[in-house]
């Protein structure tokens, strides 16, 4: 549809009112009681903010699932990520341990046991460093 | 031969056996510290060189000693009474 030039300047003034952003004149006040069209585009912009004002309700719920819908990509994420450490740790472990066994078959089991005596000593001992490095960190944390 | 030496050539089942059991301690070990946001490379070497010393030390410390709880949103390791966490900021407790 040709709209007339009357028309198109109108329409473009009745945006900028809708949006406050210019006042009502008498000129384009008295140019919608004549022109249908343009009184008919007016009322269409008052339709258009009722639907856009219904729809503002719903999208904080789509909101929600969206977020909701990362959080499990991030858990999935991270229990694959999981899973790759638990396959790389199995492999380096059999390898360090088939290493100690090859020692042991190599004679070196004496050296072995006083290793594994000694550290029945020491793996207790390290509890309380343990514990005051694990205190130090938290209070790191909280401080910072 | 001393008496272990001649036990273990007698028995290499049994150094297979303990050698499986290390493995099992030091896997067991790293599953559990990732599940609680521990540095689990270092508990699961850790878990590696003694039974079942280190797997005592390993409990007392993350189940007794130093209680924490892990982040509802960044699952990190945090202090059972938080109530917001101290990483992210997400209130923890009510």
């Known amino acids: ?144 | 031969m001393s008496g272990i030496e001649k036990i273990l050539s007698i028995h290499p089942i049994l150094l297979v056996f303990l050698m499986l059991l290390l493995l099992s301690q030091g896997v067991w070990i790293f599953y559990d510290a990732s599940k609680r946001g521990e540095n689990k490379w270092l508990w699961g070497i850790y878990g590696l060189i003694q039974i079942p010393t280190s797997l005592i030390v390993y409990l007392i410390v993350t189940r007794k000693l130093l209680k924490t709880k892990n982040c509802i949103k960044c699952n990190r390791n945090i202090k059972v009474d938080s109530v917001y966490c101290p990483y992210c900021g997400e209130k923890v407790k009510n």
């Open chain 1, 1 to 144: 549809m040709i709209m007339s030039k009357d028309c198109e300047s109108c329409q473009k003034k009745l945006v900028d009112i809708f949006y406050n952003e210019e006042n009502m004149n008498n000129e384009v006040k008295n140019h919608i009681k004549t022109c249908h069209s343009c009184k008919e585009f007016f009322g269409r912009l008052y339709q258009m903010k009722d639907i856009m004002d219904k729809a503002k309700i719903e999208p904080s719920i789509e909101y929600a699932e969206i977020l909701q819908s990362f959080k499990e990509v991030e858990i999935i994420k991270e229990k694959r990520r999981n899973l790759f450490d638990l396959i790389l740790f199995i492999i380096i472990s059999g390898v360090l341990l088939g290493l100690v066994a090859l020692l042991i078959v190599e004679k070196y089991l004496v050296e072995i046991i006083y290793f594994q005596l000694v550290m029945y000593i020491i793996i207790p001992l390290s509890l309380p460093v343990i514990i005051k490095i694990r205190s130090l960190k938290e209070e790191y944390n909280e401080r910072y």
